[in-house]
């Protein structure tokens, strides 16, 4: 806490994605449309394709991610996640690298995608589930507690769950409103490990980690309305700008 008692909220660096996400819904089923996006995107060839009646993916390790592309009938997804296989950051190393410098690698990517390739569209939206090691649950509730001012978290608490969602109006398409969802928790995970010549798995302590889930994305509203195609870059850094302002503010009502 700073002089006045108020709490004195880390750099947003300090926070590390489980996942980044582009959802996009077009106004045709994309899963019938004949596209090579993710080698186009990534200039080779994914790792692992399937394509089954209503689903297809596309897979493959990039610039030291795993970059997934899906479609269905109704909706595009690109997902950006740690390789399967990651060693290099061991305190946490089911996440990606801090948040500041994997969200600007996704955008720059994204934008890329948005304006070359991506179909007519009604919505979009941006995902990540972000999270902050903390030393012990304590203090993973004092520093959730900084996040969420509106909420009282007394030292007996335990199971919060904060779930809120305070819309904004777009500035790059005007008349849109945007859904600015966020859940805030505290996490706890125990990691096990097999090693070789051991009988059984060796069982770490217990790490608490700070947690918020965002979902960004615009209202509904008329869903035949399509959205400006040169301004969607533009619209889905937008989208990100709000999420790292939840990252970097919390739950603040004017923010």
């Not at 399509?226 to 790292?244: I, N, Y």
């Amino acid at each position: 806490m700073n002089a006045h008692g108020e709490h004195t909220l880390p750099a947003v660096a300090a926070w590390r994605p489980l996942y980044l996400r582009l959802i996009a819904f077009p106004t045709d089923p994309p899963i019938f449309k004949d596209q090579h996006w993710w080698q186009e995107l990534t200039g080779g060839k994914p790792e692992i394709s399937v394509n089954k009646k209503h689903t297809c993916e596309d897979k493959g390790e990039f610039k030291g991610d795993l970059l997934a592309l899906s479609c269905d009938l109704n909706r595009i997804t690109w997902n950006l996640t740690p390789p399967e296989e990651m060693d290099t950051i061991p305190e946490m190393p089911f996440a990606l690298k801090s948040f500041p410098e994997s969200i600007d690698h996704f955008t720059e990517l994204m934008s890329r995608w948005l304006l070359d390739s991506c179909p007519p569209i009604t919505r979009l939206g941006f995902a990540t589930h972000l999270m902050q090691k903390a030393d012990g649950w304590q203090k993973a509730y004092r520093l959730l507690q900084g996040y969420i001012p509106a909420v009282q978290i007394d030292d007996d608490a335990t199971d919060v769950l904060f779930r809120i969602n305070r819309k904004r109006d777009s500035s790059v398409m005007p008349g849109l409103r945007i859904n600015r969802l966020s859940t805030w928790s505290v996490a706890q995970i125990t990691v096990s490990s097999q090693v070789i010549g051991m009988p059984t798995k060796q069982k770490a302590p217990a790490e608490f980690f700070c947690s918020v889930e965002l979902d960004i994305n615009n209202d509904v509203g008329n869903d035949t309305e399509v959205l400006s195609h040169e301004a969607l870059p533009k619209f889905f850094s937008e989208l990100v700008r709000f999420g790292s302002e939840l990252a970097a503010k919390g739950d603040v009502p004017k923010c």
